[in-house]
Nanobody, 125 residues
Framework: QVQLVESGGDLVQPGGSLRLSCAAS????????IAWFRQAPGKEREGVSC????????FYADSVKGRFTISRDNSKNTVYLQMNGLKPEDTATYYC??????????????????WGKGALVTVSS
């Protein structure tokens, strides 16, 4: 049974940093991409970043480029999202999702096969 479990959400002041983790288990193949999405109250879900399993390429939404970094530790089956320079507009529930594919990763939420339950990130003074 595939599981994605996010952790690391917290309350942080503007300009601060957080690292989210997405622990994956139950996959029978190594070919799955992990993506991070977020959704703030009253707003649509937004793709944040993704990591391609086949070539390690990454992709970032313009809103987080230069501030967020996605990485993967295969030995721990975990994908991280390092968030620096946090802004109040980054406040949202962050979800990790997995797409079973050998293609390059994408932020198409409808293409994801599995979802975690989310981790709340609040950026406020």
């Amino acid at each position: 049974q595939v599981q994605l479990v996010e952790s690391g959400g917290d309350l942080v002041q503007p300009g601060g940093s957080l690292r989210l983790s997405c622990a994956a288990s139950g996959f029978t193949s190594d070919y799955y991409n992990i993506a991070w999405f977020r959704q703030a109250p009253g707003k649509e879900r937004e793709g944040v970043s993704c990591f391609s399993s086949t070539d390690g390429r990454t992709f970032y939404a313009d809103s987080v480029k230069g501030r967020f970094t996605i990485s993967r530790d295969n030995s721990k089956n975990t994908v991280y999202l390092q968030m620096n320079g946090l802004k109040p507009e980054d406040t949202a529930t962050y979800y990790c999702a997995a797409e079973l594919t050998a293609s390059r990763c994408s932020l198409r939420w409808y293409a994801m096969d599995y979802w975690g339950k989310g981790a709340l990130v609040t950026v406020s003074s």
